[in-house]
T-cell receptor, first 110, second 111 residues
Framework: NAGVTQTPKFQVLKTGQSMTLQCAQDMNHNSMYWYRQDPGMGLRLIYYSASEGTTDKGEVPNGYNVSRLNKREFSLRLESAAPSQTSVYFC?????????FGAGTRLSVL | GENVEQHPSTLSVQEGDSAVIKCTYSDSASNYFPWYKQELGKRPQLIIDIRSNVGEKKDQRIAVTLNKTAKHFSLHITETQPEDSAVYFCAASLSWGKLQFGAGTQVVVTP
């Protein structure tokens, strides 16, 4: 039982490049979330998926898109990366009100 | 939307002393309040949570209190140990389980 798995762990992009962050959970949870974490700002919700087939915007969705591929997988895509998107990204899934986080992806955009 | 404020931003305590972190929230409809601990370079992990129908909850050396009228909740750590050093985040739950996090408190426990 791996919990929530994120790939990659680290990534460096140039401005304007695109990439997809992958997230998968094996706890059979319906709800999944993407957060970004910046120094001094806590975690901010980018997008969430209440159940398979649904997605919705969070607090800071601009510049991102998501796909809930199936119940296990929820991916986050940056179409044209900007330096302001340099951050640590966490995926989470929720079971019985508790959110379980992945190990994070540290992204730098140069 | 919901807004969560957390104080202090840093907290230094001597080993064995108590630590208290306070949070306020704005949306009276929020009904679930978790606390997460994040060690350097690691993922946030739930340490304790409380629901709006409960005023206090305790788990060994940690406790959380909730005042719904004043819209604030607090984390109490007693008999602090060096392994309690970490960043602690409070959060309030919105609809669909969405969490609004506070900005975090860096706790440093000195031996």
């Amino acid at each position: 039982n791996a919990g929530v798995t994120q790939t990659p762990k680290f990534q460096v992009l140039k401005t304007g490049q695109s990439m997809t962050l992958q997230c998968a959970q094996d706890m059979n949870h319906n709800s999944m979330y993407w957060y970004r974490q910046d120094p001094g700002m806590g975690l901010r919700l980018i997008y969430y998926s209440a159940s398979e087939g649904t997605t919705d915007k969070g607090e800071v969705p601009n510049g991102y898109n998501v796909s809930r591929l199936n119940k296990r997988e929820f991916s986050l895509r940056l179409e044209s990366a900007a330096p302001s998107q340099t951050s640590v990204y966490f995926c989470a899934s929720r079971g019985q009100n508790i959110q379980y986080f992945g190990a994070g992806t540290r992204l730098s955009v140069l | 939307g919901e807004n969560v404020e957390q104080h202090p931003s840093t907290l230094s305590v001597q080993e064995g002393d108590s630590a208290v972190i306070k949070c306020t929230y704005s949306d009276s409809a929020s009904n679930y309040f978790p606390w997460y601990k994040q060690e350097l370079g690691k993922r946030p992990q739930l340490i304790i949570d409380i629901r709006s129908n409960v005023g206090e909850k305790k788990d060994q050396r940690i406790a959380v209190t909730l005042n719904k009228t004043a819209k604030h909740f607090s984390l109490h750590i007693t008999e602090t140990q060096p392994e309690d050093s970490a960043v602690y985040f409070c959060a309030a739950s919105l609809s669909w389980g969405k969490l609004q996090f506070g900005a975090g408190t860096q706790v440093v426990v000195t031996p």
